[in-house]
């Protein structure tokens, strides 16, 4: 079945640092890659997606890009806050018919100022 | 509603109770799923709605729980004789329509403890 696998934390850095969170997968066919992220108390949201193999994407400068040749969905950011403070999660969905989210076990990062 | 309602925000329950969860998905979307989210385990997979039907129920971890949808919209999960192991965040998401392509959102989640 499908699988997700990423780093396990915490992944304590200070501010400014640079962030990677390794997420691999494991599917059957060419699945919908996600990451989430889930803020101290608050419920999960949706960071960033990709759909298909060398799709890039992006938000609230973290990026993350689809490859399909060592199915991996890795987590950048160039530069840290406090705020980016969370646990995040790595996800995939099926890309045919009817399909849940199967995620990762999630990546506590602490950011220090 | 904004986004995917849950109730209550925390449950504390004796041993043996049965307990009920309270989701509002998001107006108009058809796609409704419920997850549990515990120490250890992450993110596992209970229940899909389409609409009030149940087509995949692969993720519900003994007979004890069930859950049902009525009117296309509000979804009740149930935990009968509650234990211990029960004790998790029980997480809420709807989608518009159940492809791929649409995307998932979450409520802030049930937190139940079991003593």
């Known amino acids: 079945g499908d699988s997700v696998t990423q780093m396990e934390g915490p992944v304590t850095l200070s501010e400014e640092a640079f962030l990677t969170i390794n997420c691999t997968y494991t599917?059957?066919?060419?699945?919908?890659l996600f990451w989430y992220v889930q803020y101290p108390g608050e419920g999960l949201q949706l960071l960033l997606k990709?759909?298909?193999?060398?799709d890039k994407g992006s938000n609230k400068g973290f990026e993350a890009t689809y490859r399909k040749e060592t199915t991996s969905f890795h987590l950048e950011k160039g530069s840290v806050q406090v705020s980016d403070s969370a646990v995040y999660f790595c996800a995939l969905r099926g890309n045919s018919g009817y399909s849940t989210l199967t995620f990762g076990k999630g990546t506590m990062l602490l950011v220090s100022p | 509603g904004a986004g995917v309602s849950q109730s209550p925000s925390n449950k504390v329950t004796e041993k043996g109770k049965d307990v009920e969860l309270r989701c509002d998905p998001i107006?108009?979307?058809?796609?409704l799923y419920w997850y549990r989210q515990s120490l250890g385990q992450g993110l596992e997979f209970l229940i899909y709605f389409q609409g009030n039907s149940a087509p995949d129920k692969s993720g519900l971890p003994s007979d004890r729980f069930s859950a049902e949808r009525t009117g296309g919209s509000v979804s009740t999960l149930t935990i009968q004789r509650t234990q211990q192991e029960d004790s998790a965040v029980y997480l809420c998401a709807s989608s518009l329509g159940q492809g791929p392509g649409n995307t998932i959102y979450f409520g802030e989640g049930s937190w139940l403890t079991v003593v």
């Open positions: 599917a059957t066919g060419y699945p919908s």
């Open positions: 107006s108009g979307h058809t796609a």
């Open positions: 990709a759909t298909k193999a060398d």
